[in-house]
Nanobody, 126 residues
Framework: QVQLVESGGGSVQAGGSLRLSCTAP????????RGWFRQAPGKEREFVAA????????SFADSVKGRFTISRDNAKNTVYLLMNSLKPEDTAVYYC???????????????????WGQGTQVTVSS
């Protein structure tokens, strides 16, 4: 079982920035993809960004391209989501996820991920 722990959520005004972190204590991720998803009230969970742990290749949702950056720290088993130029429509609970993965570009569908964190709230006010 993989435990994922998110942190860094909070409230910010539109145009501001937040950085989310997701750590996996005691776990290595040489054959995994790590992703971020979000879910707003009344909406389905949607893909935000993902990174292939071994290659560093990334994928982003169109809605966050150019504003969000995903990165990893191998030594800390931690993945980060840096969110800039935040908009009110970015308000959601953000979830970290991990998937067993051997390809080049990381998966973007929630069903392809095996492990999930508990979620962290991000609220962007106008």
């Amino acid at each position: 079982q993989v435990q994922l722990v998110e942190s860094g959520g909070g409230s910010v005004q539109a145009g501001g920035s937040l950085r989310l972190s997701c750590t996996a204590p005691g776990r290595t991720f040489s054959s995994y993809a790590r992703g971020w998803f979000r879910q707003a009230p009344g909406k389905e969970r949607e893909f935000v960004a993902a990174i292939a742990w071994s290659t560093g290749s990334t994928s982003f949702a169109d809605s966050v391209k150019g504003r969000f950056t995903i990165s990893r720290d191998n030594a800390k088993n931690t993945v980060y989501l840096l969110m800039n130029s935040l908009k009110p429509e970015d308000t959601a609970v953000y979830y970290c996820a991990a998937a067993v993965f051997f390809g080049l570009y990381p998966p973007t569908s929630p069903g392809q991920y095996d492990y999930w964190g508990q979620g962290t709230q991000v609220t962007v006010s106008s």
